[in-house]
């Protein structure tokens, strides 16, 4: 049975998630300036960093099957999307301390926050498509994703400019490592529906899972 803590709450959590999601872009505008003009990177090269920093996103679906099938305690979105969300904020953080950037020291921690950000995205999907289908709200859940994702895009695009205009790169950074933690204390108000977890599958189908075709197929989409 679903758990009975009221339906505002799982709205406003499902909002808060992905208006942080789409949020996190603010930090992507100054990161083109911190390439061309601190790096001096060409525009080749910085096509090649953010490559790189973006080559973990054809893992995504192995994210999504990880917290399918690999549950932490009783839950398998709520723990993933916490520590997931966490991880994403201290990676900002270890880029807001930094005084002088370097190509590794901006694209590990950029990297470690995609991971991060993909994987509590993975979670987040998950967690929506199956209380969705439990609640009968299918569609307001989508409503609000879509919703969110596009009000998050406005304040990205408007913020975004002006914050690298006015801000410095530390607190642009220390903006963004705050985002999630939106995102971990909105989870805090909602439970998850532990019965409906499947059965743990062995590493063994995880591994057969990512010699597919299917899968293979899912990350170059998601590129």
């Known amino acids: 049975m679903p758990t009975k803590d009221s339906q505002r709450r799982r709205y406003s959590f499902f909002l808060i998630s992905y208006f942080v999601q789409g ?3 603010i930090v992507y505008e100054p990161l083109n300036y911190l390439l061309k003009d601190h790096l001096k990177l060409t525009p080749g090269q910085a096509s090649g960093f953010i490559a790189w920093m973006t080559l973990p996103l054809l893992l995504k679906p192995l994210f999504g099957f990880v917290s399918d099938y690999v549950p932490i305690g009783r839950g398998r979105r709520n723990p993933h999307l916490r520590i997931a969300t966490l991880v994403a904020a201290i990676a ?3 880029l807001a301390a930094q005084s002088h950037y370097r190509y590794l020291s901006l694209l590990l921690p950029m990297t470690l926050s995609i991971v991060a950000l993909a994987f509590a995205d993975a979670a987040c999907d998950g967690w929506l498509v199956e209380d969705g289908k439990a609640r009968q709200e299918t569609g307001r859940y ?12 406005i304040v990205v695009g408007v913020g975004g400019g002006w914050l690298t ?17 939106a995102t971990v204390m909105a989870s805090f108000f909602v439970h998850e529906d532990v019965a409906a ?12 899972f990512i010699r597919t075709k299917r899968f293979r197929a899912l990350g170059l989409s998601i590129v």
């Open 197 to 208: 977890q499947p059965k743990q599958r062995s590493p063994r189908s995880l591994w057969a």
């Open 23 to 25: 949020s996190i872009g």
């Open 142 to 153: 989508q409503a609000l994703h879509i919703g969110a994702l596009y009000l998050s895009a």
């Open 165 to 181: 205009s006015h801000v410095s790169f530390r607190w642009i950074f220390v903006i963004a490592a705050a985002l999630p933690v």
């Open 92 to 94: 900002f953080l270890i």
